[in-house]
């Protein structure tokens, strides 16, 4: 008798946690698509403009914002990517599934908590 599969069920989510996790990453990503649109708008308005020019260290700011926005809804969106695929919930290193505890803090991981220890320690590394 064969064992199924640990990537038929990638994780142990019920279909509620998934709806669930599937409504906050969809809020987080139009959070991010207006911060963002309010980011590029303000960097339009002639007031801001002229404050730019006068402290570099805002525009500096409103740079970083908007590339951490785009970084976590790019996250987002390669969630959701993965819950429409149905293997939403794997570990994208070692394949077996993410605690569902981490997926409801952190909807849009990629990783287990161990290969996230060792993916931050190499990132230390260098």
Known sequence: MSRPSRLSRPSRLSPEDLA??????????LFRREQLQQLSASALTRTDALLDRQSPSRTEVRVK?????????????????????????????????????????????????RCARCQQARGADR
């Not at 669930?20 to 990503?29: G, H, I």
């Not at 951490?68 to 794997?90: H, P, T």
């Not at 997926?103 to 908590?113: D, G």
């Open 65 to 113: 914002l908007a590339a951490s926005a785009r970084m976590v809804l790019a996250d987002v969106e390669a969630a959701l990517g993965r819950m429409d695929r149905g293997d939403y919930g794997a570990c994208h290193l070692c394949r077996h599934p993410i605690d569902r505890e981490r997926l409801l803090i952190v909807p849009q991981a990629r990783y287990c908590a």
């Open 20 to 29: 669930s996790l599937s409504e906050n990453l969809r809020e987080q990503a």
